[in-house]
C-alpha cells in the first residue's frame, strides 16, 4: 500500500484519500514506499498475527461498512490479547469488488470504512504501516496483520495449561452466536420475547467485537495457557487443552451469559450448543493455576474486565467434558466452527 505525489493512478488516489491519513506513525513513511519501519520496544518480543474477514462468511454484504471496519482490526486485536501482548501497529490488504453495480465498491463504502478504521486505531494505539490494496472478482476481503510485543520471555501459548488450574472466561459467551441467528432472520426476537434493546445487543456482539485489551496484562502474568475464543468455547479450549496435552472439564451451569442470552436459553433450551460451539465471541479463555486465580480476578477487576470460573484442567488427553445443566455429560454435534 504505497501512495504518489503525481496524479498517480485510481489505486494511488484511493490511498492517498483513505488510507495515508491513517498512517501517522513515523514508521508507515507517509504511505510513500513498498515497506514500512517499525523498532520493538526495548526488551521485548515481536508478536505477529494475521486475520481475514470475507464477505458473506464472516460479516452480510449489506452490513455497515463501519461495523465492518472494526471487526477486520479488533479480531486481531483480540488474539493480542490472549497472549498478554500490546499492539503495535497494523498492515492493511484490501480486496475491492471492480466495475460497475451493487457490488462494485466505491467511496460511499470507502469512506466510513476508513473513518471507522482510523477511530478505532487511534482508540487502541495501533496505527496504520502499510498494506496492499487489489481488485477482485468475488466479494470484499480485508486482511489485517497486527504487530504486537510483549516482555521477551513472557508471551502466553496455547501450551502451558497444567492438570489442577481452573480454566476461566472472560465477559459472556454466546451472544454474538445468538446475533448471527437474529441477524440472518434464520429465528425472530419475538420468538423469545426479546424487545428491541436486547435484540440489539445480541446483534452488536455480532456485529462489532469487544477485543479484551485490557485483560492482556492480566493474562500475561497471571495465566499458564490462553487464546481467545473466536470459533466457539468448547472447540477453542479443546484446541488450548490439546497443545497443553491435557483434557478438561466446564459447567454450562457457569457459563457466563448476558441477560438477553439467559432469555433466549430458557425459551429455546435446544441453543445451549450454539452458545457453546457457534464463535464469534472474542473473549478470552485461560487456564489458571489455583494459587494465582484470586490475583487475576482482582487484576481483571481492577482492569474493568469480568472473568468467571466455569471448570478445571484435568490430566489425560481428549476433547473436554461439557457438564449441562443436569450435570450429565452434553454431547455437541460440533465443537466449534471451521472454514473447511
Request: contains cysteine.
Amino acid at each position: 500500500m504505497t501512495t504518489c505525489d503525481t496524479e498517480g493512478s485510481g489505486e494511488d488516489r484511493l490511498i492517498a484519500a483513505y488510507f495515508a491519513p491513517l498512517a501517522t506513525h513515523p514508521g508507515a513513511l507517509g504511505l510513500a514506499d513498498d515497506v514500512a519501519v517499525l523498532t520493538p520496544p526495548a526488551g521485548c518480543d515481536l508478536v505477529l498475527e494475521t486475520d481475514a474477514i470475507v464477505a458473506g462468511m464472516h460479516f452480510f454484504a449489506d452490513d455497515p461498512p463501519e461495523t465492518v471496519a472494526r471487526k477486520a482490526l479488533r479480531i486481531n486485536l483480540s488474539d493480542l490479547a490472549a497472549k498478554g501482548a500490546r499492539p503495535l501497529g497494523f498492515l492493511l490488504s484490501l480486496a475491492l469488488p471492480r466495475g460497475r453495480g451493487e457490488a462494485a465498491v466505491g467511496d460511499r463504502w470507502l469512506a466510513p470504512f476508513a473513518r471507522a478504521l482510523g477511530e478505532d486505531a487511534a482508540a487502541y494505539g495501533c496505527p496504520l504501516l502499510g498494506g496492499d490494496t487489489v481488485a477482485s472478482p468475488g466479494p470484499v476481503m480485508i486482511s489485517v496483520t497486527m504487530l504486537g510485543a510483549v516482555p521477551s520471555g513472557t508471551l502466553v501459548r496455547r501450551a502451558g495449561a497444567r492438570p489442577g488450574d481452573r480454566v476461566v472466561v472472560s465477559g459472556s459467551i454466546g451472544d454474538a452466536a445468538l446475533g448471527l441467528l437474529m441477524r440472518g432472520e434464520r429465528v425472530a426476537a419475538g420468538d423469545f420475547g426479546l424487545d428491541a434493546a436486547a435484540r440489539d445487543h445480541l446483534v452488536g456482539r455480532y456485529l462489532v467485537p469487544q477485543p479484551r485489551t485490557a485483560l492482556a496484562e492480566a493474562v500475561r502474568t497471571h495465566a499458564s495457557a490462553a487464546m481467545d475464543v473466536s470459533d466457539g468455547l468448547a472447540g477453542d479450549l479443546a484446541k488450548l487443552c490439546a497443545a497443553s496435552g491435557a483434557s478438561a472439564v466446564i459447567e454450562t451451569a457457569r457459563l457466563p451469559l448476558s441477560a438477553p442470552a439467559r432469555r433466549v436459553l430458557a425459551a429455546a433450551p435446544e441453543l445451549l450448543a450454539t452458545v457453546l460451539s457457534g464463535g464469534d465471541d472474542y473473549e478470552i479463555v485461560a487456564a489458571v493455576a489455583p494459587d494465582r486465580l484470586a490475583s487475576f480476578a482482582a487484576a481483571a477487576a481492577a482492569a474493568g474486565v469480568p472473568v468467571t470460573e466455569i471448570g478445571e484442567i484435568l490430566e489425560g488427553r481428549g476433547p473436554p467434558r461439557v457438564l449441562g445443566p443436569d450435570g450429565s455429560a452434553l454431547a455437541l454435534d460440533r465443537a466449534s466452527f471451521s472454514h473447511f
